[in-house]
T-cell receptor, first 112, second 110 residues
């Protein structure tokens, strides 16, 4: 069973701090990785995707990928209470054109 | 903006009923997906479709079927609803690896 694993949290950080969310995956053939944000009672929305080793920045968000360690992370700088949500990591398997495997998500709480 | 709509936000059905969940997208996406989301289990793929009249089983297809007669519409069918199908059902559409989700249907089977 190909898996994507995340710590369920909650991860609690104060407003203005950096939140670091982590994800590991088991299938070495996974080619691309996605971070979705899901507010309570809402559907997931795509924040970022990353295909290559290294860092990818978009505003306050940075995705990091290390394929050798099978590790993906999402950093949120200057965390705001509005960032409080569950963050889902997903991997696209090399065998499927678009089939994603999702982790169970990490709940982030940003306190004012 | 991508818009994915689902026919109902909340649905209550009885055990043994046939249930239809409808999903419509307005972005001309080839690919559409049905997931269910349960606490502690995350998002699990039920079925997906990459073209009209095409369908592929996901990770948990048992007890479900799908229909895609038009590009913009993807239906999930519970042939005979059971209590273990009580869940949040999410439809998604997309191209390449990006998927956009609908608002979800919370189905309760009693």
């Amino acid at each position: 069973q190909k898996e994507v694993e995340q710590n369920s949290g909650p991860l609690s950080v104060p407003e203005g701090a950096i939140a670091s969310l982590n994800c590991t995956y088991s299938d070495r053939g996974s080619q691309s990785f996605f971070w979705y944000r899901q507010y309570s009672g809402k559907s997931p929305e795509l924040i970022m995707f990353i295909y290559s080793n290294g860092d990818k920045e978009d505003g306050r968000f940075t995705a990091q990928l290390n394929k050798a360690s099978q590790y993906v992370s999402l950093l949120i700088r200057d965390s705001q209470p509005s960032d409080s949500a569950t963050y889902l990591c997903a991997a696209a398997l090399n065998t499927g054109f678009q089939k994603l495997v999702f982790g169970t998500g990490t709940r982030l709480l940003v306190s004012p | 903006d991508v818009k994915v709509t689902q026919s109902s936000r909340y649905l209550v059905k009885r055990t043994g009923e046939k249930v239809f969940l409808e999903c419509v997208q307005d972005m001309d996406h080839e690919n559409m997906f049905w997931y269910r989301q349960d606490p502690g289990l995350g998002l699990r793929l039920i079925y997906f479709s990459y073209d009209v009249k095409m369908k592929e089983k996901g990770d948990i297809p048992e007890g479900y079927s799908v229909s895609r007669e038009k590009k913009e519409r993807f239906s999930l069918i519970l042939e005979s609803a059971s209590t273990n199908q009580t869940s949040m059902y999410l439809c998604a559409s997309g191209r390449a690896h990006e998927q956009y989700f609908g608002p979800g249907t919370r189905l309760t089977v009693t």
